[in-house]
């Protein structure tokens, strides 16, 4: 059975669309994965971009949008909500339809990183690193028995980790 997760940023254009592509890789037939912003900037950054195309993605198959496209009852029903933004952490989120799991992934903003394209593009590895590390960790779980308050757990413990004990 797959799985609906969707990455919650402010801006929806660098650390929740990485998220998105690499769910949609590492979780191929069990996550079925989205992402948005609650301010989205409508394009998205350059650095990811080029960090997609490296990467073998498509960057047109992304784009920033509002969480509001994944609100209301007759959106798309999610297991997970994942916020990667410290500021969309904080913010009053929509009422997501189903019952989402919801945990914080927090990590910097890797658009924020540097002034060099080289320093930029190091900062969007690292991103994809931690975050791949954290997928992983997310799809070693018994998604099919695991539910509640101990999915709640397993995800934030995800989240708490340290990157430089996970990436």
Same mark, same amino acid.
């Given at each position: 059975?797959?799985?609906?997760?969707?990455?919650?940023?402010?801006?929806?254009?660098?650390?929740?669309? $990485? =998220?998105?592509?690499? =769910?949609?890789?590492?979780?191929? /037939?069990?996550?079925?994965?989205?992402?948005? +912003?609650? &301010?989205?900037?409508?394009?998205?950054?350059?650095?990811?971009?080029?960090? $997609?195309?490296? !990467?073998?993605?498509?960057?047109?198959?992304?784009?920033?949008?509002?969480?509001?496209?994944?609100?209301? &009852?007759?959106?798309?029903?999610?297991?997970?909500?994942?916020?990667?933004?410290?500021? =969309?952490? /904080?913010?009053?989120?929509?009422?997501?339809? /189903?019952?989402?799991?919801?945990?914080?992934?927090?990590?910097?903003?890797?658009?924020?990183? +540097?002034?060099? %394209?080289?320093? !930029?593009?190091?900062?969007?590895?690292?991103?994809?690193?931690? $975050?791949?590390?954290? $997928?992983? &960790?997310?799809?070693?779980?018994?998604?099919?028995?695991?539910?509640?308050?101990?999915?709640?757990?397993?995800?934030?413990?995800?989240?708490?980790?340290?990157? %430089?004990?996970?990436?």
């Amino acid at each position: 059975m797959s799985r609906k997760i969707l990455f919650l940023c402010t801006g929806n254009s660098a650390r929740s669309v $990485l =998220a998105e592509a690499l =769910a949609g890789r590492l979780g191929e /037939g069990r996550l079925e994965s989205y992402s948005a +912003g609650s &301010q989205p900037k409508g394009k998205i950054n350059p650095g990811a971009v080029r960090w $997609l195309e490296a !990467n073998g993605f498509e960057p047109t198959s992304f784009r920033s949008k509002s969480w509001d496209e994944f609100a209301g &009852q007759d959106a798309v029903a999610f297991d997970f909500i994942i916020t990667v933004c410290d500021n =969309a952490a /904080g913010e009053v989120c929509p009422i997501w339809p /189903g019952k989402p799991s919801t945990a914080h992934w927090g990590m910097p903003d890797p658009a924020d990183a +540097g002034s060099t %394209e080289a320093e !930029n593009d190091a900062a969007f590895a690292v991103t994809a690193r931690v $975050l791949t590390a954290r $997928l992983e &960790q997310l799809l070693s779980l018994p998604l099919d028995t695991l539910s509640g308050p101990a999915l709640k757990e397993r995800l934030a413990a995800i989240g708490a980790a340290q990157p %430089e004990t996970i990436a």
